[in-house]
């Protein structure tokens, strides 16, 4: 059972207002992902983390922003939520091991947010 | 990164087997065939990953072809609880940059029937 929280599970929000999603994990692993999702449609990676003070960007460009201040917590901070921001957000994490090709990500359930 | 080709649907009656094919014919040595699902409203899971040999855990069984151009991961009995999305997935077991990512292609929505 994969030990990763993602808070909220929903979040309807107008338009302007600055939102932070919250990602967890107490597993100890040091990379975090986060991908955003539209309904019936492909994952795409927006942000990822190396470890601690490491931030990168995605393959989809977005207006989001991470911080990797702690080991266990990687948010995600839209500082002005747009209609177009209207998505699924899942929170990811996974152990660099030897063998990487053998690494598994641990994904979050999910935050569905609804900018109006 | 190495593209897979999977089918965009399959059904499958409950308690049958299910084969889910994926070609990847541009896969390089050096890449692990992973696969996940993705249940209806939620995150994706891991299902199982190989390297050239097959593999079985509790979930699920991948066989690999011998030139690795393709593989087919294996549900022994459907359940209703198995209808998701499945995808296939290339990653390089070479350490470093980009090579800890996931890249998701459109899967194959399996649709299991009572």
């Known amino acids: 059972e994969a030990d990763i929280y993602q808070t909220p599970r929903y979040l309807v929000i107008g338009t302007g207002k600055k939102i932070t999603l919250e990602c967890s994990q107490t597993?100890?692993?040091?990379?975090m992902y986060w991908y955003q999702q539209d309904p019936g449609m492909e994952l795409h990676l927006i942000h990822y983390s190396y470890g601690v003070n490491s931030t990168e960007k995605g393959d989809l460009s977005s207006e989001s922003t991470v911080s990797r201040i702690r080991t266990e917590h990687f948010p995600l901070t839209l500082e002005s939520a747009r209609p177009s921001h209207t998505s699924q957000y899942l929170c990811a994490s996974s152990r660099g091991v030897a063998g990487i090709g053998g690494e598994t990500q641990y994904f979050g359930p999910g935050t569905r947010l609804l900018v109006l | 990164d190495a593209k897979t080709t999977q089918p965009n649907s399959m059904e499958s009656n409950e308690e049958e087997p299910v084969h889910l094919p994926c070609n990847h014919s541009?896969?390089?040595?050096?890449?692990?065939i992973h696969w996940y699902r993705q249940l209806p409203s939620q995150g994706p899971e891991y299902v199982i990953h190989?390297?050239?040999s097959n593999v079985n855990n509790r979930m699920a069984s991948l066989a690999i072809a011998e030139d690795r151009k393709s593989s087919t991961l294996i549900l022994h009995r459907a359940t209703l609880r198995d209808a998701a999305v499945y995808y296939c997935?290339?990653?390089?077991?070479?350490?470093?940059?980009?090579?800890?990512?996931?890249?998701f292609g459109k899967g194959t929505l399996l649709t299991v029937n009572p």
């Open positions: 997935i290339l990653r390089d077991a070479r350490r470093g940059g980009s090579n800890y990512k996931l890249t």
């Open positions: 541009t896969i390089s040595g050096t890449d692990y």
């Open positions: 190989g390297l050239t």
């Open positions: 597993m100890g692993h040091d990379k």
